[in-house]
């Protein structure tokens, strides 16, 4: 199917809303904790431990020393160990990755929505 004009705007504005609020409620949670960014959910954190671990020590765990299982999402802390290892340990990576993924979902829900015979304003409100 081919994009009609009005369409061409909708993942555009989706991800620049998006943006928005995601940036705005980090700004938020910035100012609100003394000038350090803090994720609401303790598994954004055992995450980042692993993912430290396993860039500057080779250990898939909490501690330098030994394995533990604590990641309940592998992927994502293979992904962030990946990460740490080539750019450091950030804690706003996670959070740019955030960023990128929800775009890229965004992206994927435009392309099945337009599949689906879904256009103009009411692509716009499904994004």
């Known amino acids: 199917m081919i994009a009609r004009s009005e369409d061409r705007w909708t993942l555009a504005v989706a991800a620049v809303v998006f943006a928005v609020i995601l940036l705005g409620l980090a700004a938020a949670s910035y100012r609100a ?3 350090h960014l803090v ?7 055992i995450h980042m431990a692993i993912a430290a671990n396993v860039a ?5 765990g909490i ?3 030994e394995f533990s299982s604590a990641s309940s999402s592998p992927l994502w802390t293979t992904l962030l160990a990946g990460l740490y290892a080539i750019f450091g340990r950030s804690e706003t990576l996670p959070l740019a990755l955030n960023l990128l993924f929800g775009v890229a979902a ?3 829900v435009r392309v099945l ?3 689906a015979g879904i256009t103009g304003r009411r692509l716009a409100l499904l994004l």
């Open 113 to 115: 929505g337009r599949e």
């Open 106 to 108: 965004l992206a994927v």
């Open 33 to 35: 904790n003394g000038g």
């Open 56 to 60: 500057e020590h080779g250990v898939f």
């Open 63 to 65: 501690s330098a020393s």
């Open 39 to 45: 994720y609401a959910l303790d598994d954004a954190y």
